[in-house]
């Protein structure tokens, strides 16, 4: 077990490493000169090479890139990615208050994906070939494909416009958040369903669900002691997905709502040709992923004794 | 007798169906529906009822009529006409980035599981830095720093596309390396060029087409999210995104400007997976 954490968070670590070179480089990817770039953010027009050599003697560009990189990692290590070439003030405090917003909305859509997400799923088990399978079927389709700014709009007609419910835009109240999380989570939910009543499809039919059912166990406690805990576990491998889509979808849904997270200071970000806080956006979130990546890898492992025990033969 | 059998699985595979007709009504109206769409978006430049950017100030925001079939936007351009060449060029870079992809991507995952060792451990490893961010938000990064344009937006797409079929075509690889067929070849003495060709290729096309199909609705969700925040396609050229901005200040006085844009998406992404489904489930039909 040890062994395979040590892997994991070495693994980790590497990519880690690479990523944080990927956001390094994205400045060298930029049209022209690092400095110029900066320089034609900061004043609108094109800078006289004296200007360009004056900044890049001053940010240091004038160095070795490899000596640029550990340069920059370690400030970044330190909290430090620079100033804003928008505003000018340090990326990471305005990227502080950021994060709360994003993971408000991130926390409601991943709870309304489950409670969603799983009944629905479990509907088309519980009445395969009928009227549930048709319709969990039938949503799962249709819930992956309509875009989610899209529902958004319809939402907001329906329920802002027309029915004058809830607010079109903003982060005040709780309720505020019903209309993003939901136009959010629709994917998610037919995603989740769709997996959740394949894997269970294929745990229905288990000897060990017979064994319950012959000892005489009420159906319900069928499902609940036995088929839902075990059918489920490789549900969690699903969390580095379902952040993936949401950290992806409230990018947008963040700009539509203007919601003030780190999706709609990222689009801002990308709108400036701001390299400095796009840096630190990436490096931030792929730390994220890679993290959670770690703990899914480490949950599946601790919940699934079989996995443990092959995992633990494997190692000898 | 190879023939024989052969021809007997073709046939097996076609009884089972006609991919079109055979499978449950959602399918058949998804796959119509694409069919239309695709159709539609091809031949936009002669079936288009209007060009895309022609103004008709007199009608702006006119509601469905016979002379403009899904009404006007704020211009008073015609929006059935604006769908079907922004169709044109959504379909041309989902099919542009999806090809380099499954190109790029693909001759990795096939270099890296039919070589293996310490070829496959350095392709993998660096494939892993393209998958360790969403893919939206790396295609973001690229687009900020690159800058907007058509060709920014298919190459940021293509560079977050690709290591997803680096990884499956590898997957597959190593999945039919140890088969016997792959084995009995080898030691008929085939060349690794043969066997490649003759028998990892076809093996591995079933599932990517399966995939490819899937991913041309994720990349045009992709294409209409980036327009709809601005970073995608640019106005004035017709985009479903874009027009779905420039609908929204007007969603209370002219739903409809809102509505066709987004069901032009919807159906789109739809018919991609019901082909998807319908194309899986005839390769490999379950139980």
Redo the contacts between chains.
């Keep these: 077990m040890i062994k395979f954490l040590l892997r994991r968070f070495l693994g980790g670590l ?3 490493l ?2 944080s070179f ?2 390094f480089t ?2 060298y ?3 022209g000169e690092p400095a110029e770039v900066i320089l034609v953010q900061r004043l609108g027009r094109i800078p006289t090479t004296a200007e360009t050599n004056r900044l890049a003697a001053e940010y240091g560009f004038d160095r070795p890139p490899l000596i640029q990189y550990l340069d920059w990692t370690s400030h970044a290590l330190r909290g430090d990615f620079g100033n804003s070439l928008r505003s000018g003030a340090p990326v990471l405090e305005e990227l502080r208050p950021r994060i709360i917003p994003t993971l408000l909305l991130a926390g409601a859509t991943t709870l309304f994906t489950i409670l969603f997400g799983i009944p629905i799923g479990l509907l088309a088990v519980l009445q395969e070939k009928g009227f549930g399978d048709k319709f969990s079927r ?1 949503f799962s ?2 819930g ?7 529902l958004a ?2 939402l ?2 329906i329920f802002s ?1 027309y029915l004058r419910w809830l607010p079109t835009h903003g982060l005040e109240n709780p309720q505020d958040l019903i209309l993003p999380v939901i136009s959010l989570g629709v994917a998610n939910v037919a995603r989740l369903s769709r997996l959740v009543r394949s894997q269970l499809l294929d745990t229905k039919y288990q000897d060990y669900l017979r064994t319950a059912r012959a000892k005489g166990l009420p159906e319900w406690l069928v499902w609940f002691r036995h088929a839902l805990p075990n059918g489920l576990i490789p549900l969690v491998t699903l969390a580095v997905n379902q ?3 949401i ?2 979808g409230s ?2 849904i963040e ?2 709502f203007a919601l003030p997270g780190i999706g709609q200071f ?2 801002t ?3 400036y ?3 400095p806080v ?1 840096q630190a ?2 490096l931030l ?2 730390t994220t ?2 993290v959670i ?1 770690l703990f899914t890898d480490l949950a599946y492992k601790l919940i699934d004794p079989r996995l443990r025990e092959s995992q633990h033969y494997e190692n000898l | 007798m190879r023939i024989s059998k052969n021809s007997k699985i073709f046939f097996q595979k076609f009884s089972r169906g006609n991919i079109w007709l055979s499978q449950n009504p ?1 399918t058949a109206i ?1 796959i119509c529906l694409l069919l239309v769409i695709i159709l539609s978006s091809i031949l936009a430049p002669v079936l288009a009822p209007k060009a895309p950017d022609a103004q008709d100030l007199q009608h702006t925001l006119a509601l469905p009529t016979w002379q403009h079939l899904l009404g006007t936007d704020s211009l008073g351009r015609d929006i059935l006409s604006r769908l079907m060449w922004a169709g044109r060029i959504s379909l041309a870079i989902a099919a542009l980035v999806l090809l380099l992809s499954l190109l790029v991507g693909g001759t990795i995952g096939l270099i890296a599981g039919f070589y293996g060792g310490w070829v496959d451990e350095l392709c993998m ?1 660096g494939i ?2 393209f998958l ?7 295609a ?8 907007n344009g058509l060709q920014n937006l298919a190459l940021a797409l293509t560079i977050s596309w690709f290591s997803a079929y680096a990884r499956l075509v590898r997957s597959q690889v190593l999945s039919l390396k140890n088969q016997e067929f792959i084995t009995a070849a080898r030691a008929l003495g085939g060349s690794s060029w043969h066997i490649l060709r003759q028998h990892y290729l076809p093996s591995i096309a079933g599932v990517v087409v399966v995939q490819l199909s899937l991913d041309v ?1 994720s990349v045009i ?1 992709a294409i ?2 980036l327009s ?4 995608g396609v640019q106005p004035p050229m017709p985009e479903w ?1 874009t027009m ?1 901005v420039d609908a ?1 200040p007007l ?2 006085v002219a ?1 409809h400007t ?2 066709a ?2 069901l032009a ?2 159906s789109t ?2 018919g991609f ?2 082909l998807s ?1 319908a194309l899986e489930n005839w390769l490999e039909p379950r139980k």
């Excluded at chain 1, 992956?144 to 899209?150: A, L, R, T």
């Excluded at chain 2, 360790?132 to 790396?138: A, E, N």
């Design positions: 590497g990519v880690l690479m990523t990927l956001s994205l400045i990817l930029a049209p039938f389709l249709v992956v494909s309509i875009p989610d700014f899209w709009f319809v907001i007609l416009v952040f993936s889509a950290v992806s990018v947008v700009t539509l990222y689009v970000a990308v709108r040709n701001d390299i796009i956006t990436v979130i792929s992923f890679i990546n | 959602v998804g490893r892993d830095l360790s961010i969403p893919t939206f938000i790396l973001l990064a690229l687009i900020g720093t690159l800058g609705g969700l209409a999210g709809f925040i601005g970073l995104g779905l929204r969603m209370q739903p809102v509505i844009p987004g998406i919807f992404v739809f997976h019901t489904e």
